[in-house]
């Protein structure tokens, strides 16, 4: 009975918050919370971890796993939104709205399954503290993403959208995906199916090391299970420019910030990824919105999220930037 109550209060969170859903749409909308499960151990967790679907009549039922998992259809793509930091229940969902009316609006018919990934992001005291607690509980996030993304029909395509921590969480996902380790922990052997379908991500003002991706760091086998990735870059992103202040002297520099670490080091691998150069374009901004508004970060959203076989337009580089110098080891997510 507790837990009937739980979920229905839980439930009774999101039902205001109305999205853009039509009754003769053929997209399907999802939201999974992990706000009830564990922040630091998520091993075990999976099963607090809650499902709603939304319905013709634009409201939220409470669903689960199994009901899902029942919806998956390999012709039919999974597009996943992981939002960033601060954002509470109801901000979440909005910003979720925002990427799907988007996607709705490139899709036509095409159908599509859009899931809103929200997770404990709500602001806590103290501006260090509150970005430290909320890398560790991102990391805890991909283990949660990964579990999920793990037990989708093998066949289904699936793209990733993360922004800020958000994508700290999809590429944490992506190296547990590939059989790694990533913050102290690894998915459990024999669960789960192989994929065949392809995983594509968007990172958007990545909140992560710039180096991460390379061999033997943090997410060194992430690109492995990637079919390509696309990367923003803004150097005068103002929150991401005071990334490396997180973990103190000599801390590294955002992903979102200064781009991909020496690239050239991923041999094949480093082809799928795609840097896309928003400093004038999007500039002095970290908002979700400011990003969203970028014409050019429209233009590929919908190509990474209906995994369509065409390239997409390559991207303007600038003239080439000194990278910066990587630190020795990859600094530790701090304990939340």
């Not at 709603?52 to 259809?73: G, H, T, Y």
């Not at 430290?132 to 283990?143: G, H, N």
């Not at 910030?257 to 041999?267: D, F, N, V």
Request: hydrophobic fraction near 40%; charge should be neutral; charged fraction near 20%.
């Amino acid at each position: 009975l507790r837990s009937l109550l739980a979920l229905a209060v839980a439930a009774s969170t999101y039902l205001p918050v109305h999205v853009s859903a039509a009754e003769t749409s053929p997209h399907d909308l999802w939201l999974i919370s992990t706000r009830h499960a564990p922040y630091s151990s998520p091993v075990g967790g999976e099963d607090r971890i809650l499902y709603w679907r939304l319905s013709p009549e634009n409201q939220w039922e409470v669903a689960d796993l199994e009901s899902f998992l029942a919806a998956d259809d390999p012709s039919v793509p999974t597009s996943v939104f992981i939002h960033g930091n601060r954002a509470g229940r109801q901000w979440a969902v909005r910003m979720g709205d925002g990427m799907y009316r988007l996607l709705k609006k490139e899709a036509g018919e095409r159908p599509f399954r859009f899931v809103i990934w929200s997770w404990p992001a709500d602001q806590i005291s103290g501006v260090r503290r509150d970005v430290q607690v909320k890398a560790a509980r991102s990391d805890v996030q991909a283990y949660y993403l990964a579990h999920v993304i793990r037990q989708i029909d093998p066949d289904v395509p699936v793209s990733l959208t993360g922004y800020s921590f958000g994508a700290r969480t999809i590429t944490g996902a992506l190296q547990l995906l590939a059989g790694g380790e990533f913050a102290g922990r690894s998915l459990p052997e024999g669960t789960g199916s192989v994929r065949r379908g392809p995983i594509r991500a968007v990172l958007v003002a990545a909140a992560m090391a710039n180096y991460w991706l390379l061999p033997g760091r943090s997410n060194g086998m992430a690109l492995s299970r990637a079919e390509r990735i696309l990367v923003t870059r803004n150097r005068n992103d103002p929150v991401l420019r005071w990334y490396d202040r997180m973990y103190g002297p000599g801390g590294p520099d955002a992903l979102g910030y200064t781009g991909p670490a020496s690239l050239s080091r991923l041999g094949e691998e480093g082809d799928k990824v795609e840097t896309l150069v928003l400093d004038r374009s999007v500039g002095n901004n970290h908002d979700w919105d400011g990003y969203l508004r970028d014409t050019g970060l429209r233009s590929r959203l919908a190509w990474y999220a209906f995994l369509e076989p065409a390239e997409p337009e390559a991207p303007v580089e600038p003239a080439a930037q000194p990278q910066p110098a990587e630190p020795p080891a990859d600094q530790p997510a701090p304990a939340s």
